[in-house]
């Protein structure tokens, strides 16, 4: 069975302080992850996912498979990511799992 | 392009009514999900369909039905509607089985 953790429902930081969203997952195959984000009044959409091992929006993420985790990370946060952030594993045919996502809160 | 479209966009239900959310996506993919998302429970996946022709039962399907019109087309029914089936709902669509998935705007649905 694939599982997806997310350990904090809320985050806040202030702006420009760091911020890492965490994610833990468990399968026993090789996943593919992903971020997605859902900003206020707007629909889910792909942020990032570890395949393409790219930075969108400063934010990036490395696939830790000894630890079987998928942080998400940014050095500078800034007040337009305040959002919530769900972390998603594609394994199984046709099945994704989704974490229960955070809330992350950036304050002037 | 739309990507995701679905309606309707709110609706409110009494205790055992009946009702269908109509999910079209214009993206030429094969794979479709219904998901509900609760507060504090993250999205879960109700019921997918992998191509046309096919669906399959996800994490939360009791309650529900759908249907796989055509490649374009997934409808989630609710046949007696429980106020326990108050939540937002997301119809999403993928090429395949793996890879992005992309999301409607979702479907607030209230059961009194």
């Known amino acids: 069975a694939q599982r997806v953790t997310q350990p904090e429902k809320l985050l806040s930081v202030f702006k420009g302080a760091p911020v890492e969203l965490k994610c833990n997952y468990s399968?026993?195959?090789?996943?593919?992850l992903f971020w997605y984000v859902q900003y206020s009044r707007q629909r889910l959409q792909l942020l990032l996912r570890?395949?393409s091992r790219e930075s969108i929006k400063g934010f990036t993420a490395d696939l830790n498979k000894g630890e079987t985790s998928f942080h998400l990370k940014k050095p500078f946060a800034q007040e337009e990511d305040s959002a919530m952030y769900y972390c998603?594993?594609?394994?199984?045919?046709?099945?994704?799992?989704f974490g229960d996502g955070t809330t992350l809160t950036v304050k002037p | 392009n739309a990507g995701v479209t679905q309606t309707p966009k709110f609706q409110v239900l009494k205790t055992g009514q009946s009702m269908t959310l109509q999910c079209a996506q214009d993206m030429n993919h094969n794979s479709m999900y219904w998901y509900r998302q609760d507060p504090g429970m993250g999205l879960r996946l109700i019921y997918y369909s992998a191509s046309e022709g096919t669906t399959d039962k996800g994490e939360v399907p009791n309650g529900y039905n759908v249907s796989r019109l055509n490649k374009r087309e997934f409808s989630l029914r609710l046949e007696s509607a429980a106020p326990s089936q108050t939540s937002v709902y997301f119809c999403?669509?993928?090429?395949?089985?793996?890879?992005?998935?992309?999301f409607g705007e979702g479907s607030w649905l209230t059961v009194v």
């Open positions: 399968y026993s195959g090789s996943p593919e």
């Open positions: 998603a594993l594609r394994a199984d045919a046709g099945k994704s799992t």
């Open positions: 570890h395949i």
């Open positions: 999403a669509s993928s090429v395949g089985t793996t890879g992005t998935i992309y």
